[in-house]
């Protein structure tokens, strides 16, 4: 894997591939038969080696989003970017776990807040540490793609799982820690003009060195 000067593993930058197939292109996988060869793991991602191209929601997202980028951005904007989604939605399902926690989950059910429980545990080294970039979103992606599902409980009962329930409350997270965070950074310019103006005026305030040595 190749590694940044600061030590720091590089990550590779994927294929950004908006653009959707021809409607009479074969599916992606599909041999000259016809038939279709088993679909990957989407969650399971690859190494910086062969990034795969982003799936067309997460493609198109950031497109939109980079075209308010000025031409000078430089390419620290795309890994601020990449890192702020992973944070915002790390922050946004511990405080949606959080909430669901006890009768808070009761509306939900327990079986659909120890699913995100396991789907988080899952993503969380992805999300804290990750070797592709747009983790983020391909979490969120697959929180998304999930359906209703029956499965047997640890007392041996069927239990409903409704991912969309648990993907509702994680968005009004994600959305409530957005609004905290944009508000809490509205005050950083001033913050960071008082700290240069304070330090300035230390640096001034204090005696140069060569009027000590002249008083010696």
């Excluded at 592709?132 to 640890?154: D, I, K, N």
Aim: net charge negative.
């Amino acid at each position: 894997a190749r590694r940044a000067k600061s030590g720091v593993p590089a990550l590779e930058p994927c294929v950004v591939s908006p653009s959707p197939p021809a409607p009479d292109a074969a599916p992606a996988g599909a041999d000259k038969g016809g038939a279709e060869a088993p679909a990957a793991d989407a969650s399971a991602g690859t190494e910086l080696n062969g990034q795969p191209s982003l799936p067309l929601p997460i493609a198109s997202t950031f497109a939109e989003a980079t075209r308010s980028w000025s031409g000078s951005s430089t390419p620290f904007r795309v890994f601020n970017y990449d890192m702020l989604q992973r944070a915002l939605l790390r922050e946004a399902t511990l405080r949606t776990l959080r909430e669901l926690d006890g009768d808070g989950g009761r509306d939900i059910g327990r079986p659909t807040v120890q699913w995100l429980q396991e789907r988080f545990e899952h993503w969380r080294p992805r999300l804290e540490t990750p070797r592709l970039r747009f983790e983020g979103a391909l979490y969120l992606l697959e929180l998304m793609g999930q359906g209703p599902v029956m499965r047997t409980g640890s007392s041996g009962k069927l239990e409903l799982i409704d991912p969309s329930l648990a993907v509702d409350e994680l968005l009004i997270q994600r959305q409530a820690v957005w609004t905290a965070w944009c508000e809490a950074l509205e005050g950083t310019a001033d913050e960071h003009a008082n700290l240069l103006c304070e330090d300035l005026k230390t640096s001034l305030d204090a005696p140069a060195h060569g009027k000590e040595a002249e008083s010696d």
